[in-house]
Structures are given as structure tokens and as C-alpha cells.
């Protein structure tokens, strides 16, 4: 019992770090220098971690030069879905963000797993995305506002990059070709600091080569919040990280993951709640859609 309090206590903490991501968005804006400089110390809180983690449990870090390549892939998709993802949050609703995040990390891998490794199409998966269809197109509505249209953008980039990044580490995963990987841990830790470095990179292209707004100066005050958002960021993640694998070993997959969707889904409702949004009708259909499309594909 104790694991599924683990699993959703990863599930809440997952939840709190895009709180953390929207109140820094609302405080230092959307600029790409306010971004990077997020990412960057998000990135490094989350190394620095994982790096506790290892030496408590006196397991050295491993890195295979496939592995590598992995997480510079994945790193770069993230470096790039980072802006989407504050570009949600200007323009749409946290809730939603959320929503069209988790639904990226499960529908996309679902399909692709049907043609890179031959995975078995049985009847919960089928109904898993048939419901999962069904949720997103209750949220696209192109014949909204402008405003409206424009969040709707960013919620299917946010949604194709986190299914790509997810895709990513299935092929990792199922590694058909037989080269040796890493385990998930220290992949995932060189992911982030690949992610810091390939921000920190970015950041100082745009200080040392782009003007700088006066818009952007004008934003990098109260230093110790700014840190304290970004790398508080970057804290949640990694220990939610660690919740997840703990309980990954007691745990089925195939349960585990609904179990985070699911609830990642409901949580991101009652998190755009504390941002001061409502949940509309679309969106309360949406969750129950999901709930029910990952139950399917846990059972079935």
C-alpha cells in the first residue's frame, strides 16, 4: 500500500513543479532569458539531487555512449519544448497545459510502441486512445478568439514534444539495436544536465549576442526568488523522479503510469484552481475521458 502512496505523492509533487513554472512565469515573464534562466537552474537543482541520491546509496554513475546519445536527444527536445511550455502558460491555462503534457507522454508512445517494437494492440489500448482522442478534441476548439487559437498552438506542440521526448526513451527502453544502456536514474540525470548545459548555452548567446530589452532587465529583480522558484523547480522534479523509481519495483507498469496520468490529469484541474481558473465543462469531461482510457489500459 505504502508504494501507491508513493506513486501519488510523486504525482503531487510532479503537479507542485508546474506550479513552481507558472508562478515564475507570472513573476519574471515569458522571455526567452526568462525561460532559459529557469531551465538552467532547474536543471541543476535536479543534478545536484540526484547526486545526494547516489552518494547516500553508493551507487556510482554509469553512462554508456548510447545512453548518451539518448539524452542529448532528449535534452534538445526539452530545451526546445520549454518555450512552448511558458508560452502555454501566457496564453492558455495551466490546467490545460497539464493535460495535453500528460496526454503527449502516453498517447504518442502507445502508437509508436504498435510499429517500432510490434507491442500486442489489445482492447484496453484501443479504448485508452480512443478516449484520449476523445479528450483532446473537446479541448480544440479553432473556432475560438484569436487569444483562444493561439493557446490551442501551444497546447499541440506541448503535446507532440512531450509524446517525442517520451518516444525517445522508449527507444531507449526496447533498444532493438543491442547496444548497452544506462540504467533510468543516471540516464535521466545526464538528460538534465545535458538540458542545464544546452540552456546555460542559449543564455549566454542571448546575452552576449541579442540586445536585451528593457522590458527583459527590467524583470531580473528579487534574485532569491528567482532562484528559489527555478531551482525549487528542478527539487520537485527529482524527487518525484525517485518516488517513481522506488516505487516503479513494487509496482506494475502498466499500473504505475495510468496511476500518474490519471492523477497528473485531476491534479493539474485543482492546480489551475489555485492560479484562479475554473473548471469548465470541457475540461471535467476531459479528466473523466482520461481516467477512464488509462483504467482501460491497466485492466485490459
Sequence with gaps: MIYYFLVILSCILTSCQMGFTKAYSAKYGDSMRAVYR??????????????????????PFEMTGFSFVIAIIFALINAICIIFLFGGFKNGEVSRVVLFTNLGCLMVPTIFGFFYSGEPVTLGKIICLVLITCALLVNLDFKAKDSNRKAILYYIVIFIMNGLACVVLAIHQKNKWGFVPTNEDDLTTMIMFLYAVICLCVLGYLYGFRPVKESDTGKV??????????????????????????????IPTSVQYPLLTGGGVVLGGLLGVVFGEKIDKKFAISCVLVIAGTICLGIL
Design 38 to 59: 529557469n531551465s538552467v537552474l532547474s536543471g541543476l537543482a535536479f543534478v545536484i539531487i540526484m547526486g545526494v541520491k547516489d552518494l547516500i546509496t553508493r551507487n
Design 221 to 250: 529583480e528579487n534574485m532569491p526568488l528567482c532562484i528559489g522558484l527555478s531551482a525549487g523547480n528542478g527539487v520537485l522534479y527529482g524527487v518525484a523522479t525517485l518516488l517513481q523509481t522506488i516505487s516503479l519495483a513494487f
